[in-house]
């Protein structure tokens, strides 16, 4: 099918009114096939999930305060939030609210969606606070006064901005750095800022001073202040596609780039540049894998040293997952196989593991850092871990202790009888894929979800869900999470390799897991189904068209479909370094094998398995209208498709708690329907 003959191109007008008859009466029709009593009780225990006061109230450290965005039964948009230490230790602590977003909505007449602030240190008396309309990644920006818990407009000098997919940070009280939609050729052709300017208070966004211009062709182009006391830097980042970027030292008007390799990770702290590889890097006479983590000293290095240490070395087996400092220590998260240990590194023992003070998780668990605060705080640093039957612990750290349990989330489904497994699948090419499964012991071969991302190199760990574990567990079913190419779980080639021409691997790589879980007994083809959503829909995409007799039921969510088209779709030409670029006959040609829309045939000559397409009006990030004109060419073709788009959610899917639990009802009870007429 060529652009010329597409005869749902209307469907890509997101907010015509022909386009959304057409959303309202499909939404009708899926809501009322699965409408009943098993919908609603699942509906409302998902429900109770999401809005228990049981779980953890995660938080970010600044300083002497920790601060939470909370959404409840009471508080449907959400509250913004603070307290202490001492006070978040206790079973109950006592919340300042500093923010009511469903108060702020009622008063607007907005349907505002929590995107964030910045809480400007160390005084703690200003933030900057993003909200979106439904909770679409371009947002408004607006300065808050914490001490009044007012908004600061413009009239009395507040920092401002309407509606852009904004990049905007402090550099002191009255100075910001942003990019944002400054007017006609501003942005790239990704939708992102071009240009990063300074912006004075009490000064029009007009006169802010440009820092930097990239070109139109660039991701974006973003600038930070380092305010570390004594290490005071600015820096400037010009993204050249999803996974290059230059990373310049702002000095004054001036840029001296930091010469490491573009595909690289780059981050500076204190006195140490660390440079995480994406690819082999040569400097001087050694050359590094890709996957490591090497660290310099930052001021050495710019003036012209290729001394350089290693940190991390990967290998067939182990990973880096996550690494960030503490005012005086280095932590590290490696994946083994996908099992996670943490360590802690000592910069001033030249990098020497205190393996004493490393902790090792079980085989279903994962432990993650989710937070530091070096500036104020020194070494302390948080953790959470959990896994597929083990709910969340929070846990403080320090580099001299071990981690003490903060709070503990309850268990939100009966674990009694269920066991998590890892297996690997061979792939087509003869590459061992991981794959976990969470089953019962003694359950025959039974209805099976099988969940797959594969890309942008990320990786899918274990993790609790109650919504999972209610909907889907405890009614019976199997759960299993593929660990296939296109993520990072055993470091950046488990990416790289599928990139544009190899992006063949993470489908074959998902079809193997799919049969191997077949062979093994656990389940049977009519009662295997599939999810996933964004790159992850595409993935069902790719399985409906490509692997129809493996499956008995596909949801697909928030996706991507129509390759031909994405990179002219909202965010879609920021993803050309991952998928290729369709205008290029070459790779035409590869993406053009898969590319979902293009590949539908009527179900006279190939049979789908019943699929589920979800989506948002409000998603800016993957266009609604390929999961709109899937839906329309699976119907015209004779398909069995429902489809259900909510009018809010941005590329969640949902924008408060209740439509979340619709959601992943509407997903669970879809399955369970499909797969019992199997």
């Known amino acids: 099918m060529t652009i010329a003959d597409d005869p749902y191109l209307w469907l890509e007008e997101v907010t015509d009114e022909k386009a959304l008859d057409w959303v309202r009466v499909r939404n009708a029709a899926t809501t009322e096939s699965l409408a009943g009593d098993r919908f609603d009780a699942t509906e409302a225990r998902v429900r109770e999930v999401l809005d228990t006061d049981a779980r953890i109230p995660y938080a970010r450290r600044r300083g002497?305060?920790?601060?939470?965005?909370?959404?409840?039964?009471?508080?449907?948009?959400?509250?913004?939030?603070?307290?202490?230490?001492?006070?978040?230790?206790?079973?109950?602590?006592?919340?300042?609210?500093?923010?009511?977003?469903?108060?702020?909505?009622?008063?607007?007449?907005?349907?505002?969606?929590?995107?964030?602030?910045?809480?400007?240190?160390?005084?703690?008396?200003?933030?900057?606070?993003?909200?979106?309309?439904?909770?679409?990644?371009?947002?408004?920006?607006?300065?808050?006064?914490?001490?009044?818990?007012?908004?600061?407009?413009?009239?009395?000098?507040?920092?401002?901005?309407?509606?852009?997919?904004?990049?905007?940070?402090?550099?002191?009280?009255?100075?910001?750095?942003?990019?944002?939609?400054?007017?006609?050729?501003?942005?790239?052709?990704?939708?992102?800022?071009r240009i990063t300017k300074r912006w004075r208070r009490g000064t029009a966004l007009t006169e802010a001073e440009t820092v930097f211009e990239g070109a139109a062709r660039d991701i974006s182009i973003s600038a930070w202040h380092d305010r570390t006391p004594g290490f005071e830097r600015d820096f400037v980042q010009r993204a050249t596609d999803f996974y290059n970027s230059e990373i310049h030292v702002l000095d004054g008007h001036g840029l001296t780039r930091i010469p490491t390799p573009t595909d690289a990770s780059t981050s500076v702290h204190q006195n140490w540049l660390l440079v995480r590889t994406m690819t082999p890097w040569t400097i001087g006479e050694t050359t590094h894998p890709a996957g490591a983590l090497l660290a310099a000293d930052f001021e050495e290095f710019m003036a012209g040293s290729t001394a350089l240490t290693v940190l991390f070395a990967p290998d067939e087996h182990t990973s880096l997952h996550q690494y960030a400092w503490t005012e005086n220590y280095l932590l590290l998260v490696t994946l083994q196989d996908v099992r996670s240990q943490l360590h802690v590194l000592d910069p001033r023992a030249r990098f020497a593991y205190l393996e004493v003070r490393k902790r090792r998780t079980t085989d279903s668990t994962t432990t993650e850092i989710i937070g530091t605060d070096a500036e104020e705080n020194g070494d302390e640093f948080f953790l959470s871990s959990s896994g597929y039957l083990t709910p969340a612990t929070l846990l403080?750290?320090?580099?001299?202790?071990?981690?003490?349990?903060?709070?503990?989330?309850?268990?939100?489904?009966?674990?009694?009888?269920?066991?998590?497994?890892?297996?690997?699948?061979?792939?087509?090419?003869?590459?061992?894929?991981?794959?976990?499964?969470?089953?019962?012991?003694?359950?025959?071969?039974?209805?099976?979800?099988?969940?797959?991302?594969?890309?942008?190199?990320?990786?899918?760990?274990?993790?609790?869900?109650?919504?999972?574990?209610?909907?889907w567990l405890e009614r019976g079913g199997t759960y299993v999470v593929a660990n296939i190419r296109g993520g990072g779980e055993y470091g950046p080639q488990w990416h790289t390799q599928v990139l544009r021409a190899g992006r063949h691997l993470v489908h074959e790589d998902f079809a193997a897991v799919a049969r191997d879980l077949v062979t093994r007994g656990i389940t049977t083809t009519a009662q295997l189904a599939a999810q996933g959503g964004s790159n992850g829909g595409l993935l069902m995409g790719i399985m409906l068209t490509k692997y129809p007799e493996l499956f008995g039921a596909l949801v697909c969510q928030v996706p991507l479909l129509d390759m031909k088209r994405y990179h002219l779709l909202l965010a879609g030409a920021s993803w050309v370094a991952e998928y290729g670029d369709p205008d290029d006959p070459a790779e035409w040609e590869f993406i053009s094998r898969y590319s979902p829309y293009q590949n539908v045939v009527p179900a006279s000559q190939r049979r789908y398995p019943p699929i589920l397409i979800a989506t948002s009006t409000r998603d800016d990030r993957v266009h609604p209208g390929h999961a709109r004109k899937m839906a329309a060419r699976l119907e015209e073709l004779g398909h069995d498709v429902s489809y259900y788009e909510n009018i809010e959610g941005g590329h969640g899917g949902a924008s408060d708690n209740a439509q979340l639990a619709f959601k992943t009802a509407l997903s669970y009870e879809f399955l369970w329907h499909r797969l019992a007429q199997s």
């Open 396 to 471: 403080l750290g320090n580099a001299d202790a071990e981690p003490e349990i903060l709070k503990q989330a309850p268990a939100f489904f009966d674990t009694e009888g269920l066991a998590v497994e890892q297996f690997f699948a061979r792939s087509d090419d003869g590459t061992q894929i991981p794959y976990f499964v969470v089953r019962r012991t003694d359950a025959a071969p039974g209805p099976t979800l099988l969940y797959g991302y594969g890309g942008f190199e990320i990786s899918m760990t274990p993790g609790y869900s109650g919504a999972t574990g209610r909907a």
């Open 64 to 193: 002497r305060f920790l601060y939470n965005f909370w959404r409840d039964a009471e508080h449907v948009r959400g509250i913004w939030r603070r307290t202490t230490m001492d006070e978040y230790r206790t079973e109950n602590p006592a919340w300042e609210v500093l923010l009511d977003l469903d108060a702020l909505a009622e008063s607007e007449g907005e349907n505002w969606v929590w995107g964030g602030a910045q809480v400007l240190r160390p005084d703690q008396q200003l933030a900057l606070i993003t909200l979106s309309r439904g909770g679409a990644d371009a947002a408004v920006v607006r300065e808050f006064d914490i001490d009044s818990r007012t908004f600061r407009t413009e009239e009395d000098g507040g920092f401002a901005l309407p509606e852009a997919k904004t990049d905007i940070g402090w550099i002191d009280a009255d100075t910001v750095f942003v990019g944002t939609d400054f007017g006609p050729g501003s942005l790239t052709e990704s939708g992102y800022p």
